[in-house]
């Protein structure tokens, strides 16, 4: 078939990559160079990079594909970096080596200058058997004078030629393996060519042998018919003088001999170049064969690096298509498994659907026919409450030991309230209770198997969390989850809940679908309502007064919005016009803020949004002139002061202004043209806001009627910033009994009188120091310094977040830094402080190295920095001076040293010894002086009085390190009183026991202050307790009686000591501390016990 009845006709060719298959449709007549550019239109490929692969080799450039039906081809994709490599020129045998399956031949000239080497190779061929044709001619003659013109220009143009291609073979740009055919092939042609040469050479040889011998043959013939002629004599015989025909004969013979010696010498002389000749051919002729073995082994070496590559070439592309094969099986598995899953999902799930229309599984998934389990927390929360938190789980999920729930501090919980958000709950985490069995690795299979039957569960948990939220119609309880392993907070649907068995309390349920950290937030609540085509009218759930219309056609498709609420109540505005006179003494008053969120910020026809707002009270009800004259009112004589917030004002009858607000993306209102409004009643008390761009959020200012609106945006920005801060007091009180013992309470202004009375109930009847009024944020941080003489006697944490409904306060004990200091004051004194951070304005001057008043201040600039909102001065009494101890007498009957031997054994030993205590007394070493005085001092008395006084008297004198009761023991023994010795003894034994006593009771005692004090042992008191297997109802009546955690902690010990009476140890109680890892105060006690 002919190119021309090609061209109309198209086969698909398939052409496989690395990552895919691509079918190509061509024409039957295309060639590779059109296959490549149809593989760049489709895959957007370069030519450049495209290497089309056929059974391993390459095909070229121009080359024509193969007719056959299903073709297959392999295209190899080269980087950008190989194809700038190949088109400089640059070679590398190693990675053409490691490469050799990747590419072909890249550089057409190389192939061209190796065609032509062969095609040169050829022709030099036919002239080498054109040579030997002439070395075989029967014309010897003839022979002999080509032969040196024929081998001078044959061999030259041969070694010319040779050496030309020699170096465009060396500098040849090869990429791969793939292509060595065609070096195979210029190998076996030079090959080829040395074979010939090897002939012609042989040849020649023999021809150059056939000649010599000729020669050598005419040469003996020629000398040996001189010898037998005897011409030498003749020859060398001068010429005579002889006739005329003689001498010309003579000289006719003389010049053939002449000619005949030059020929022999000329025979000679070229038989000397033949042999000349022929040894160089014979040299030449070794190193051909030399040369030929050489290519030999390159054509062989060639081969079988070809022979590798296309092995290698195979193996690879059988890999690729093992693993090609080995991944579609596997997506197959993976799919089929898919299907399978999904099969089983969607069976139970149409059998669950059948089953919930019946009342049994409507019973059975009710959370309120569900397992209860109760967590508590021990002296953890912030408002009252007597749990912590009630999970409902569906039966066999969890039990109770399963979960552990504790508390999370707000600081460490990265919870970001927003600007109207308020924390009413406390911060708790539900987490899986490690496994007593195991620990490690054991653990952590443990909780993590819960973590997914949980979260694997049919229904998902219910959990019941306490909060304080009061009772407002503009806000909604919502319950933010953070899941375990996450740092994202998430906001889960929640409605409140009652329980039979807790009726007062507050509880909201949510449906976590895992357990995590959970808080309870109010926040403004959420209206969603959707328009139709229709159009409509839908009124806000907060404000009834506040609605949003669109009439017809407004909305193309069914769309969907929210709409949120945030209500400015008359107080607000009455009290930031106090707080704020320079910049909101224009306000009269203000509209709720609303907020819209629909898909699109731009809407194709204008809605109505009815918005109230308080009309001017101050504005006259009727016309001045349809009042008598004598009935106008008069100004009355109060004070403006006196006049609540509406009353009337002279300067308001002029009339007053309406502005529309709308809040930017960077925070700031701003006065905006871009929405219409309209009142909607004689009152004024309603507007309609007509718009078709949808703000974040607008607002309605009504204001006198000479304000601009610059001064507008002021009073906006300034009451916005109002509405989201708390205006709060600081209180400090000590208790009456122990004025170490404060409380530093943050408490709104409109709970301070509850505050107050509640504080005095927990024993703090001291005076108490107040703040002024300061401004804090929802959630903000407060830092308590100290400064002065005072500071806090233990450890306690200092930064505690503000909340408007649970407690901001922070219970310490305080003491003395220096107790000599401030002795011109009868008490020592300090001072508390309360920071935040906040923005600062500080001054920017020019030179920081001269002093600041000759500095030169460049402006002013706001940086990030703490800010002090208050100070509180703190007293702490003095104690009462130590009046001077009186000189203390020794008595007659008392004995100052504390041990065995006291008064009473005295007595008991004066009343039993007789007439022996004088040599009792010699044995004692008291001096005779002294027994001598005993005896006047009672003279005509009895012994007893005497005896007495003398066993004091040696009591006295003896020293401290000396062992009493030995030397009195020692001393008995020697006049003959064993009785009294078993006595001393008995009376040492009881003793022991009664010191050993007092000392564990007095031990015990100063541990129970130690761990009282200790801020671990404060805190996880309940876990000591616990372990000191204290019962739960003792632990309640004690938390019920006592109020202050240090109270609560040594009454807890104190009852464990009476309950375990004599088991009640130091060991023991170290042991309790060891258990829960206390190390610090093991630590302290261990040394209490050692020391």
């Given at each position: ?52 692969i ?6 070229n ?13 392999q295209?190899?994709?080269?980087s ?26 890249e ?27 002439g ?18 220009d ?16 060396a500098?040849?740009h ?7 055919s ?54 060398s015989t ?20 002449a000619?005949?010696?030059?020929a022999v ?15 160089e ?7 051909a ?14 081969a ?15 890999v ?14 993976q ?53 912590s938190c ?25 919870l ?19 496994s ?25 948990l ?5 909060h ?6 503009s ?17 889960i ?12 309390a ?6 976590p ?5 959970f ?7 959420t ?10 009218k ?5 404000d ?29 505005v ?80 002029e ?23 309209t ?9 309609s ?16 009627a ?10 906006a920005n ?7 801060k ?25 709970k ?49 977040p ?5 407690k ?10 220096d ?5 011109s ?8 402080q309360f ?67 006291d ?64 030397v ?7 006049v ?31 541990i129970?202050v130690?761990?009282?004090q ?10 000591i307790?616990a372990?000191?297997k ?8 004690i ?14 010990l ?36 050692t020391?």
């Amino acid at each position: 078939m002919d190119t021309g009845s090609k061209e109309g006709q198209t086969r698909m060719i398939h052409v496989q990559t690395e990552t895919k298959n691509l079918d190509i449709s061509v024409d039957l007549a295309c060639n590779v160079q059109g296959l490549k550019e149809s593989i760049e239109e489709v895959e957007g490929i370069p030519v450049q990079q495209q290497e089309i692969i056929l059974n391993g080799k390459e095909l070229n450039h121009g080359e024509d594909l193969p007719q056959q039906d299903e073709l297959t081809l392999q295209l190899v994709v080269k980087s950008d970096s190989n194809v700038e490599e190949s088109a400089a020129g640059n070679f590398s045998t190693e990675a053409a080596e490691e490469e050799y399956t990747e590419a072909d031949f890249e550089d057409s000239t190389s192939l061209d200058k190796v065609d032509s080497a062969n095609q040169d190779l050829k022709e030099k061929d036919n002239e080498t058997a054109s040579v030997n044709t002439g070395l075989d001619s029967p014309n010897p003659q003839k022979a002999d004078d080509g032969v040196d013109s024929l081998i001078s220009d044959h061999y030259q143009t041969l070694t010319d030629m040779l050496s030309k291609r020699e170096e465009e073979l060396a500098s040849g740009h090869f990429k791969s393996y793939t292509q060595l055919s065609v070096l195979q092939q210029t190998a076996n042609h030079i090959s080829s060519h040395m074979k010939h040469n090897e002939d012609f050479l042989s040849k020649m040889s023999k021809a150059l042998e056939i000649t010599m011998n000729s020669l050598s043959k005419l040469n003996k013939r020629i000398i040996n018919k001189i010898e037998e002629e005897h011409l030498q004599t003749w020859l060398s015989t001068p010429i005579t003088s002889q006739d005329a025909s003689e001498q010309s004969k003579s000289r006719d013979l003389m010049a053939k001999a002449a000619e005949l010696r030059e020929a022999v010498a000329a025979s000679e002389l070229q038989f000397a170049a033949v042999t000349k000749l022929c040894a160089e051919m014979e040299v030449n002729t070794a190193e051909a064969q030399q040369m030929a073995v050489n290519a030999r082994i390159a054509a062989e070496e060639a081969a079988r690096k070809v022979e590798e590559a296309e092995k290698a070439a195979r193996e690879k592309a059988r890999v690729e298509e093992e693993k090609r094969q080995k991944a579609k099986e596997l997506e197959k598995r993976q799919q089929e498994e898919e299907r399978i899953r999904l099969e089983k999902e969607a069976k139970r799930k149409a059998e669950m659907a059948e089953l919930k229309g019946t009342p049994e599984e409507q019973e059975r998934i009710n959370p309120a026919n569900w397992p209860t389990y109760t967590y508590r927390l021990q002296n953890a929360n912030d408002f009252d409450a007597s749990y912590s938190c009630i999970i409902r789980a569906l039966p066999g999920v969890l039990a109770q030991d399963d979960v552990t729930v504790t508390k999370v501090y707000q600081l460490e919980s990265k919870l970001q309230l927003e600007n109207n958000d308020e924390l009413i709950s406390n911060i708790i985490q539900l987490k899986p209770s490690l496994s007593s069995d195991g620990d490690g690795d054991d653990a952590s299979i443990s909780s993590r198997s819960l973590e997914n039957i949980v979260a694997s569960s049919e229904e998902p948990l219910s959990v019941l969390l306490p909060h304080c939220a009061p009772r407002n119609t503009s806000k909604e309880i919502i319950v933010l989850w953070k899941p375990l392993h996450s740092l994202t907070w998430q906001a889960i649907d929640a409605k409140d809940c009652n329980i039979e068995s807790v009726k007062d309390a507050k509880l909201v349920e949510c449906r976590p679908t895992g357990l995590g950290v959970f808080a309870v937030v109010h926040r403004l609540k959420t209206d969603k309502f959707a328009f139709t085509k229709k159009g409509g009218k839908v009124f806000s759930t907060v404000d009834g007064r506040l609605c949003v219309q669109c009439r017809p056609g407004a909305f193309r498709v069914n769309t969907p919005f929210s709409m949120q609420i945030q209500p400015v109540e008359l107080a607000s505005v009455s009290d930031v016009k106090v707080r704020f006179p320079d910049e909101c003494s224009d306000l009269i008053s203000s509209s709720p803020i609303v907020s819209l969120q629909f898909p699109s910020s731009k809407l194709n026809r204008p809605i109505s949004i009815i918005t109230p707002i308080p009309a001017n009270s101050a504005k006259p009800k009727r016309p001045v002139t349809a009042v008598p004259e004598k009935e106008k009112p008069k100004s009355s004589s109060r004070p403006a002061s006196a006049f609540g917030l509406g009353s009337y004002s002279k300067e308001e009858e002029e009339g007053d202004n309406l502005h529309l607000l709308a809040l930017t993306n960077n925070g700031y209102w701003i006065v905006t043209d871009e929405m219409e409004f309209t009142p909607q009643n004689k009152k004024g008390d309603l507007i309609s806001v007509n718009t078709t761009v949808i703000p974040n959020k607008y607002w309605l200012l009504r204001t006198k009627a000479s304000t601009s609106s610059t001064k507008a945006e002021l009073i906006a920005n300034t009451l916005y910033d109002y509405l989201h801060k708390r205006v709060v007091q600081f209180i400090i009180k000590q208790k009456g009994d122990d004025p170490t013992d404060i409380v530093l309470v943050c408490t709104p202004t409109l709970k301070f009188d509850r505050t107050v009375r509640r504080l005095e109930d927990e024993g703090y009847s001291e005076a108490m120091k107040l703040s002024p009024e300061v401004f804090v944020r929802e959630g903000q941080k407060i830092e308590i310094k100290f400064r002065g003489n005072l500071q806090p006697d233990e450890d306690v944490d200092l930064v505690l977040p503000y909340n408007s409904h649970l407690k901001t306060q922070v219970n310490m004990y305080i003491a003395e830094i220096d107790k000599y200091a401030q002795k011109s004051f009868s008490s020592y004194r300090g001072f508390a402080q309360f920071y935040v951070e906040g923005l600062v304005t500080r001054e920017i001057y020019e030179d920081n190295d001269k002093k600041r008043g000759d500095r030169k201040s460049l402006g002013t600039e706001e940086v990030w920095d703490t800010i002090m909102l208050s100070e509180l001065l703190i007293s702490l009494p003095k104690p009462e001076p130590e009046a001077p101890k009186p000189l203390k007498k020794a008595k007659i009957n008392l004995v100052s040293e504390a041990g065995p031997i006291d008064d009473n054994l005295l007595k008991q030993l004066s009343g039993d010894l007789g007439d022996e205590w004088k040599m009792l007394a010699t044995h004692l070493n008291v001096k005779k002086t002294r027994i001598q005085s005993i005896m006047r001092n009672h003279v005509n008395c009895e012994n007893e009085p005497a005896i007495y006084e003398m066993l004091l008297t040696w009591v006295k004198r003896v020293p401290r390190s000396l062992d009493k009761v030995k030397v009195l023991c020692d001393a008995l023994r020697a006049v003959g009183r064993l009785d009294l010795v078993e006595d001393v003894r008995d009376k040492e034994y009881d003793y022991k026991e009664l010191r050993a006593e007092q000392l564990k009771e007095n031990l015990l005692k100063v541990i129970f202050v130690k761990i009282a004090q200790h801020p671990a042992g404060l805190t996880r008191y309940g876990e000591i307790a616990a372990v000191l297997k204290v019962s739960d109802e003792e632990l309640r009546n004690i938390e019920n009686e006592y109020s202050n955690g240090r109270e609560r902690c040594i009454k807890m010990l104190e009852s464990w000591r009476n309950e375990a009476g004599e088991s009640a140890s130091p060991n023991t109680l170290l042991r309790a501390v060891k258990y829960l890892r206390l190390t610090d105060l093991a630590g302290e006690i261990r040394r209490m016990i050692t020391y």
